[in-house]
């Protein structure tokens, strides 16, 4: 064993991998083992104590002190004066008062923590908080009134002396009820606060049974009565139907262990019999005790501050309101009323700023005498024209008006989650609208590449006016097809997309759009994608290829890049009422239609047409059918092609049937424009049935 010893001045000790002997002297020191299994005396001062690994046996000594027990089985005093004792993780025997019999015990007012572990506390003496913490704690509170918190765990709390409340909290726990430590007033009994019914029991020590106690309710909680002595001996909250299945008798209980640091009170020795033929001595009058005088009032322990957690949130809203999710909750000595100052900072990840997103703190809580728990009430400064990652703010205490201290959680987050890109509702306009969030997606101030979603919104959004362009890459990301509808009123376009833009439309429906052109979707010169939706009963009123007005009623792409994939597009209509109508005429663009349906249109279902750049074309695995017959431009084509500038094509594993044209129409030139043009790739593996012309026909119109 390494021995160290201290001086009488404050001391570091620190010890070594063996098994140490760590005594110090007067003044605040601070002791620290490794490994071994340690011995450590604080002495006299505030001392810091932690035994870390190992099996540690640690006394605080005179004056307030801090013991940590660490890892290992550990066996910690407090000892004299008002001392936090953590057992921390492993199997550990509490105590708050000291291992030394005194025949004057100061009362003490202790904070005990089991920690993780099995662990045995015992208050003794004083006003103590007693917490088990992790696993199944025998926790013990001694003399006067203590608070015992069973934490999780199988826990068996009992209050002994005083008038203490208990708390088992999570697991089956027993709380224990001696016959001698009630008293005349309900004020003198034991409180339990969370009592489960045919999960937690009441044990009875001593000679008690069920049968010696009387059971009523009052206000709706169970009061548990000595029958012989009429003592008050537990109030049982919330609980009014106890039977006796909730008991255990005395005789069914084994002898408790004996508390460290007192001895049992000593059997008296019985009085003689007086010897035969003499008269016995008389016993004298006994002194009467003098009457007592009033009890100075003790000095109140701290009382500890928590967050209620680690983390919260709030969305942030459109204007400014008041959140009130966080809580503070309280521990130890709430008799006395208290203000608690709560500071507020930036967070660390994307931290809110103070006058922009959230009025600046610090904010001002109160507890009334007895309170636990209080809301800390956060101004959030909500807008609803910026898209922004979801923003932080840094909460801790600042000031205590009496002497409170900050617990183990002391500081936390809130998360201010942005909803300017939250669809919440089907109306038109305003907050929550999807008119709104587009609004807030074009902003340039918003995060890159946002994504529009919807919470709550279902059924059909019916325009009145059409919808801003989108100017800024985003996605529009809907519930599904079968569950939201963006309807054109008949009346309105419904999206378009301008040059340059990168833009995503999937799980909805789009449907009832009407234009010259592009009734449901115009893509001018972005870059599209259209994924799981329906585009349906769309119009296109114009086709002029001199003017560049390329119809198109569900979706029209004038020199873009256009992907479709697993989309119905249905029932499009006008003058020029094909389902896709894709034009290029300078750059290099690109279409994809894959795993798609194509059908009802009074039009072909797609036309292309290249008058210049260079283009790369995939359309497969498609079902393209019943379209047909529209004026002035194609009569129903299943897929048409017309080239004055050439092409890659692949055009494989399609279905084309019931079409009013031909299920492949290739041209190349116009009536007017002369083409020299060649595509190459694939057509193949198609099924083209019933097609009211051809089913693949290739021309010149130029020639």
Do not use: W
């Not at 005093?77 to 953590?86: H, L, Q, R, Y």
């Not at 139907?241 to 009170?265: C, K």
């Not at 008296?268 to 019999?273: F, I, L, S």
């Not at 009407?514 to 329906?534: F, M, Q, R």
């Amino acid at each position: 064993m390494v021995n160290f010893f201290g001086s009488e001045n404050n001391d570091l000790l620190n010890g070594s991998p063996e098994d140490d002997l760590a005594i110090a002297f007067a003044g605040n020191d601070r002791i620290f083992g490794f490994v071994g299994n340690d011995l450590m005396f604080g002495n006299s001062g505030g001392d810091f104590l932690a035994g870390n690994a190992g099996g540690d046996v640690l006394f605080g000594g005179r004056g307030d002190d801090d013991v940590r027990g660490g890892e290992g089985n550990d066996l910690l005093f407090g000892d004299f004066g008002n001392d936090a004792v953590n057992g921390d993780l492993g199997d550990d025997t509490v105590v708050g008062g000291s291992l030394l019999i005194s025949s004057e015990p100061e009362a003490d007012n202790d904070s005990l923590l089991g920690g993780g572990g099995n662990d045995r506390l015992f208050g003794n003496t004083g006003t103590d908080t007693i917490e088990g913490g992790e696993g199944d704690d025998s926790l013990n509170g001694g003399k006067d009134s203590d608070l015992l918190l069973g934490g999780a765990g199988n826990d068996r709390l009992d209050g002994d002396l005083g008038s203490d409340t208990m708390t088992g909290g999570d697991g089956s726990d027993i709380f224990v009820l001696d016959p001698d430590t009630g008293g005349a007033t309900l004020a003198d009994a034991d409180v339990v606060t969370d009592l489960v019914k045919g999960q937690d029991r009441l044990e009875f020590t001593g000679n008690l049974t069920f049968d010696g106690v009387t059971l009523t309710v009052q206000d709706g909680n169970m009061i548990v009565q000595n029958r012989q002595t009429g003592e008050f001996l537990a109030v049982v909250e919330g609980v009014a139907n106890l039977e006796q299945s909730d008991f255990i008798d005395a005789a069914s209980v084994p002898e408790p262990e004996p508390i460290p640091g007192t001895e049992p009170t000593p059997e008296p020795e019985p009085t003689p019999e007086p010897t035969p033929g003499t008269e016995p001595t008389p016993e004298p009058e006994p002194t009467p005790e003098p009457t007592p005088g009033t009890d100075p009032t003790p000095t109140p322990t701290t009382a500890t501050y928590n967050f209620s957690a680690a983390t919260f949130s709030v969305n942030e809203g459109s204007a400014t309101a008041t959140t009130n999710v966080v809580t503070v909750n309280r521990t130890g000595d709430t008799s006395q009323a208290e203000t608690v100052d709560i500071a507020l900072a930036a967070g660390t990840t994307n931290g809110a700023t103070a006058g922009t997103d959230f009025t600046a703190g610090p904010i001002s809580i109160s507890f009334a005498a007895g309170e636990t728990s209080t809301i800390v009430p956060i101004e959030i400064l909500g807008d609803n024209t910026i898209i922004e990652a979801n923003e932080t703010i840094a909460l801790s205490f600042a000031n205590f008006s009496n002497s409170g201290t900050a617990g183990t959680t002391s500081t936390a987050t809130l998360t201010m989650t942005n909803d300017d890109g939250i669809v919440t509702n089907t109306a038109d306009t305003g907050d929550g609208s999807l008119r709104q969030a587009i609004i807030a997606a074009n902003n340039t101030a918003s995060i890159a590449n946002p994504t529009i979603t919807f919470n709550g919104a279902s059924g059909t959004i019916t325009l009145d006016s059409t919808l801003p362009d989108i100017t800024r890459n985003m996605t529009v990301d809907g519930p599904g097809s079968g569950s939201l509808t963006v309807s054109g009123n008949n009346s309105f376009r419904v999206f378009n997309v301008t040059s340059g833009i990168n833009a995503t439309f999937k799980d909805l429906t789009i449907s009832n759009g009407s234009a010259n052109e592009g009734g449901g979707i115009l893509n001018n010169g972005g870059i599209v994608t259209v994924e799981n939706a329906v585009l349906s009963n769309n119009t296109a009123t114009t086709f002029n290829a001199t003017s560049q007005i390329i119809g198109g009623a569900g979706i029209a792409s004038k020199n873009g890049r256009l992907t479709v994939t697993n989309t119905q597009i249905t029932g499009s209509k006008g003058a020029s009422g094909q389902g896709i109508s894709f034009a290029v005429s300078t750059g290099n663009h690109s279409l994809t239609v894959t795993d798609s349906t194509i059908s009802g249109g009074n039009n072909d279902a797609i036309l292309i047409g290249l008058a210049g750049g260079d283009t790369s074309i995939d359309i497969s695995g498609n079902t393209i059918t019943g379209n047909g017959q529209a004026t002035p431009v194609g009569d129903g084509i299943g897929i048409g092609l017309v080239l004055a500038a050439s092409a890659n094509v692949t055009i494989e594993n399609n279905t084309i049937a019931n079409n009013f044209d031909e299920g492949i129409d290739i041209r190349f030139g116009t009536d007017t424009i002369p083409s020299t043009a060649s595509i190459t790739g694939t057509i193949s593996e198609n099924t083209l049935n019933s097609n009211g012309q051809n089913g693949i026909e290739v021309k010149s119109d130029n020639n």
